[in-house]
């Protein structure tokens, strides 16, 4: 099946900093999203970006499909900011519809 | 719209017990998905539907574990008999027209079976 990697995994930094999290895949994807889970364990979605660039806020996204990647970039950390953050791709070869995710980042922003 | 709705959102129940969760999906939703997060296997699929019909269950653990979806609103994912091991965050989601597009998740449900 498809791979999905993100790095790091884990991030710790100081409120006001800014921080780009990856997301690489091993095949072609037509469904790649962007997940925030917070300390509730709630999954929010972010952004919905199979390619191209998106911005919301102090955050934005970007996919490379032809080079199997995806950018998180957060501005101007916020401790609300902390959690873990999900990629998930959907593989374009068929088979399953489910999302295949990746190990997430584990983001730490510090007062 | 209120979004994905599942409960409960916390059980705990003993091993050999029968545990019932239960997902609201989006209306007009067409597909819906079942998840399962554990600190071992991280996030990963059960089973979807797709108007309402079961479309891939491959993975669905073992045969302890069945879905259901009786009407475009309502799902069921039932344990019986559950055991520890089964404890984890069962995630319930729903997307338009197919899993190309976004796929929306619930809050949901932490089981911890004793």
């Known amino acids: 099946g498809i791979q999905v990697e993100q790095s790091p995994p884990d991030l710790i930094l100081q409120e006001g900093a800014n921080s780009t999290l990856r997301c690489n895949f091993s095949d072609s994807v037509n469904n790649l999203q962007w997940f925030h889970q917070n300390p509730w364990g709630q999954l929010i979605n972010l952004f919905y970006i199979p390619s191209g660039t998106k911005q919301n806020g102090r955050l934005s996204a970007t996919t490379v499909a032809t080079e199997r990647y995806s950018l998180l970039y957060i501005s101007s950390s916020q401790t609300t900011d902390s959690g873990v953050y999900f990629c998930?791709?959907?593989?374009?070869?068929?088979?399953?519809?489910?999302?295949?995710f990746g190990k997430g980042t584990h983001l730490i922003i510090q007062p | 719209d209120a979004g994905v709705i599942q409960s409960p959102r916390h059980e705990v129940t003993e091993m050999g017990q029968e545990v019932t969760l239960r997902c609201k999906p989006i209306s007009g939703h067409d597909y819906l998905f079942w998840y399962r997060q554990t600190m071992m296997r991280g996030l990963e699929l059960l089973i979807y539907f797709n108007n309402n019909v079961p479309i891939d269950d491959s993975g669905m653990p073992e045969d302890r574990f069945s879905a259901k979806m009786p009407n475009a609103s309502f799902s069921t994912l039932k344990i019986q008999p559950s055991e520890p091991r089964d404890s984890a965050v069962y995630f319930c989601a729903s997307s338009l027209i197919s899993s190309r597009e976004t796929q929306y998740f619930g809050p949901g449900t932490r089981l911890l079976v004793l």
């Open positions: 998930a791709v959907l593989y374009s070869g068929g088979g399953a519809d489910g999302l295949t």
